[in-house]
């Protein structure tokens, strides 16, 4: 079965320093797809930044970037340069292919403080 | 290019009412998600659509949530009879082709359409 396990409730970061978010995995897909979705007040999900299993390098977007240790099912979300913009939930996702049935599941999502 | 639409956005119901949302994709994406998301929770998938088949929907709770998607496009989620604890937001995601192709598993969002049942 897959799952996203997302084990920070809420992070404060002051403003212009850079911030970690956290997530592991677990699927026994050899292919598969991890996402971070930002959720603002607002409520609309934004994509953040797409790491597929295969790839060789870290993913980066801009601002963000994502540390992917495939041995240790760890996709961490890392934001430069913080900004008050980037207070909001942030949520881990998988998408799995064969045995995952090719769903995208999420994890419970950080909340983000961003102080000025 | 039109994003996905939802509505209505906001339904207040009591307990035992029924309830229906829409949903209508982005042009050309063959797959459509309901997700459930309960306040300060993650969402939490329902029914997962490629084209009109049903891909999967184990989570959705059948004695009383039914989904369907006519013709490969729009699609609507039904809630009968809704339960207090049924009170969430209620999205709407569209993907292009079939999951497994890179990015192209990106989700795009719908606003949501919040339900209160009282």
């Known amino acids: 079965a897959q799952k996203i396990t997302q084990t920070q409730p809420g992070m404060f970061v002051q403003e212009k320093e850079a911030v970690t978010l956290d997530c592991t995995y677990d699927?026994?897909?050899?292919?598969?797809?991890l996402f971070w979705y930002k959720q603002p007040s607002s409520g609309e999900m934004i994509f953040l930044i797409y790491q597929g299993s295969y790839d060789q390098q870290n993913a980066t977007e801009g601002r963000y970037s994502l540390n992917f240790q495939k041995a240790r099912k760890s996709a961490n979300l890392v934001i430069s340069a913080s900004q008050l913009g980037d207070s909001a939930m942030y949520f881990c996702a998988m998408r799995g292919t064969y045995t995952g049935g090719f769903k995208t599941i999420f994890g419970a999502g950080t909340r983000l403080f961003v102080k000025a | 290019e039109a994003g996905v639409a939802q509505s209505p956005r906001y339904k207040i119901i009591e307990k035992r009412q029924s309830v229906a949302f829409w949903c209508n994709p982005i042009s050309g994406h063959a797959t459509l998600y309901w997700y459930q998301q309960i306040l300060g929770q993650g969402p939490k998938l329902l029914i997962q659509?490629?084209?009109?088949?049903?891909?999967?929907d184990s989570q959705l709770p059948k004695d009383r949530f039914s989904a369907e998607r006519l013709k490969g496009v729009d699609s609507t989620l039904k809630i009968q009879p809704a339960k207090l604890e049924d009170s969430a937001v209620y999205l709407c995601a569209s993907s292009l082709n079939r999951p497994g192709q890179g990015r192209a598993g990106e989700l795009f969002f719908g606003e949501g359409s919040r339900l209160t049942v009282l």
């Open positions: 659509f490629q084209n009109n088949g049903v891909v999967d």
């Open positions: 699927t026994s897909d050899p292919s598969y797809g």
